[in-house]
Nanobody, 114 residues
Framework: VQLQASGGGLVQPGGSLRLSCAASGSIYSINFMGWYRQAPGKQRELVAIISNMGSRNYADSVKGRSTISRDNAKSTVYLQMNSLKPEDTAVYYC?????????WGQGTLVTVSS
């Protein structure tokens, strides 16, 4: 399984970004796809996760500002982030969990700065 993330970049505070992550390979239909992030000097943390059935969970820090969605036909997960803050600056990693295995994308940098 391979995950290819895209959509990071530099955005001003209050701005928006949409991250995308496409999975390829042999993927079991029952799975979770999600986004984690790691800021400099900090541990990787969960941002949002969505099951193949559409159940969603968000970190409190992004709840109300972010929306995770997925297209099962394309094995793609999206993260729409609005009202971005400087503390959202991090490398964002997409993740797929299925059948006891974890798969990670390469990470995409999101920088929120004026």
């Amino acid at each position: 399984v391979q995950l290819q993330a895209s959509g990071g970049g530099l955005v001003q505070p209050g701005g928006s970004l949409r991250l995308s992550c496409a999975a390829s390979g042999s993927i079991y239909s029952i799975n979770f796809m999600g986004w984690y992030r790691q800021a400099p000097g900090k541990q990787r943390e969960l941002v949002a996760i969505i099951s193949n059935m559409g159940s969603r969970n968000y970190a409190d820090s992004v709840k109300g500002r972010s929306t995770i969605s997925r297209d099962n036909a394309k094995s793609t997960v999206y993260l729409q982030m609005n009202s971005l803050k400087p503390e959202d600056t991090a490398v964002y990693y997409c993740n797929l969990y299925s059948s006891g295995s974890n798969y990670w994308g390469q990470g995409t940098l999101v920088t929120v700065s004026s």
